[in-house]
């Protein structure tokens, strides 16, 4: 695709829901990365994939939080039993190589707990 | 742990002047990045800066990187209203990893 996509792009979620966060990157790029941004706020890292592998998610605020990468490419970010707190705008990036290359954002999913 | 400061956080300038956003990073790193946020909108990245004295510009915005001070500036020369937006500046950490540490964000209003 041309460029990194997400979806949903907006979701709305009762509190203790568990919800699914999709990202589809720039096809080809090896790098993958997940960051949260509050309102107002800069976005803080979660987690990152090389290809399948996981290789740091030193960012992921609790065990509530699981992201996979299975075969490569498309990432899921799963978050369980929700909470307020978790109310945020989810980017994913994507760089083509290693890390070292710039990461391209998507347009984010809107998470709202209510 | 590595921390990264932008000032001003709210800029409201005129058309036509000319101003500095700076950003401030706690420890050593290797890459510097700014970013262009519209309101609803994700980031686009703007420039990255990988060395000492590194200068790059685009259209009246022009960034630069003083790794001895630990300081990036983006100036902006003569503004024009469709420049309005958020800008963050991130720093990626020394290591094996694309964990980027992001500034607060400045949101530049420019007014006609």
């Known amino acids: 695709g041309a460029g990194v996509s997400q979806s949903p792009r907006y979701k709305v979620a009762k509190r203790g829901q568990d919800v699914a966060l999709r990202c589809d990157p720039i096809?080809?790029?090896?790098?993958l990365f997940w960051y949260q941004q509050a309102l107002g706020q800069g976005p803080e890292f979660l987690t990152y994939?090389?290809?399948?592998?996981?290789?740091?998610k030193s960012g992921l605020p609790s065990d509530r939080f699981f992201a996979e990468r299975p075969e490569g490419s498309v990432s899921t970010l799963k978050i369980q039993r929700t909470q307020q707190e978790d109310s945020a705008v989810y980017l994913c990036?994507?760089?083509?190589?290693?890390?070292?290359?710039?990461?391209?954002f998507g347009p984010g999913t809107r998470l709202t707990v209510l | 742990e590595l921390k990264v400061e932008q000032n001003p956080l709210f800029l409201s300038m005129q058309e036509g002047k000319n101003y500095t956003i700076y950003c401030n990073y706690s420890?050593?790193?290797?890459?510097l990045y700014w970013y262009r946020q519209d309101p609803g909108k994700s980031l686009e990245s703007l420039f990255v800066?990988?060395?000492?004295?590194a200068v790059k510009q685009e259209g009246r915005l022009m960034a630069s990187l003083d790794t001895k001070a630990r300081l990036s500036t983006l100036h902006i020369t003569a503004a024009v209203h469709d420049l309005s937006a958020t800008y963050f500046c991130?720093?990626?950490?020394?290591?094996?990893?694309?964990?980027?540490?992001f500034g607060q964000g400045t949101t530049l209003q420019v007014k006609p």
């Open positions: 990036a994507s760089s083509l190589t290693t890390y070292t290359d710039t990461q391209y």
């Open positions: 096809s080809g790029h090896v790098s």
């Open positions: 994939f090389q290809n399948e592998a996981q290789l740091d």
């Open positions: 420890t050593t790193s290797d890459r």
């Open positions: 800066l990988l060395s000492n004295g």
């Open positions: 991130a720093v990626d950490r020394s290591g094996n990893t694309g964990k980027l540490i």
